[in-house]
């Protein structure tokens, strides 16, 4: 009841918003308590007792309570101060899932550059043992000695050789 008559009060003051503070309610509480009271009481009484105290109510000057700017203002903190609170948390809550998915990212890209490494060096040690057949074969020319000059088996053997050496680097390479 207080809360509806409340709601009565700030619409045509304009207020957008106004927080009931308890001193506030239980002054209301008390004063519309009353009047409920004495109603009942002069209607037990009689319909004449009931018309005097409506009589009374309209000619009598209006209910005043005096509210503090500094119990609103006061109340209005509170209440801003609890759901900046909330606010807080959740955004502490998201920054901590933030700070697990990044090191995450971290711990995945660590995994990445050691698979990485592992085949630079795969690569490094094809590329070495191709180089390094390079240069036989570059001997091999000095000596004027020519591919068909070989023996089959050789032949068969240096092919086989080439032949892997080539695929392997084909396959790293994708």
């Known amino acids: 009841m207080v809360e509806e008559i409340f709601k009565e009060l700030k619409q045509p003051a304009g207020m957008e918003y106004m927080i009931l503070s308890a001193r506030i ?3 209301l509480y008390r004063k519309i308590h009353a009047l409920l009271v004495s109603g009942m009481n002069a209607k037990k009484k009689g319909e004449t007792q009931y018309k005097l105290l409506v009589n009374t109510l309209s000619s009598s000057p209006p209910y005043k309570i005096r509210i503090l700017l500094s119990e609103t203002d006061k109340v209005c903190l509170t209440y801003a101060n609890k759901r900046l609170c909330e606010q807080n948390i959740q955004l502490e809550q998201k920054l901590e899932t933030a700070v697990i998915k990044q090191q995450r990212l971290e711990n995945d890209l660590l995994k990445a550059n050691s698979s990485a490494n592992y085949w630079k060096s795969r690569f ?5 043992r191709t180089m390094k057949q390079q240069r036989i074969a570059v001997k091999l020319k000095r000596k004027d000695k020519s591919f068909e000059s070989y023996s089959q088996r050789s032949k068969f053997r240096l092919k086989k050789q080439l ?3 080539c695929q392997l680097a084909l396959d790293f390479m994708g």
């Open 25 to 27: 309610y239980n002054c």
């Open 124 to 128: 490094r040690g094809i590329v070495e």
């Open 163 to 165: 032949k892997t050496t």
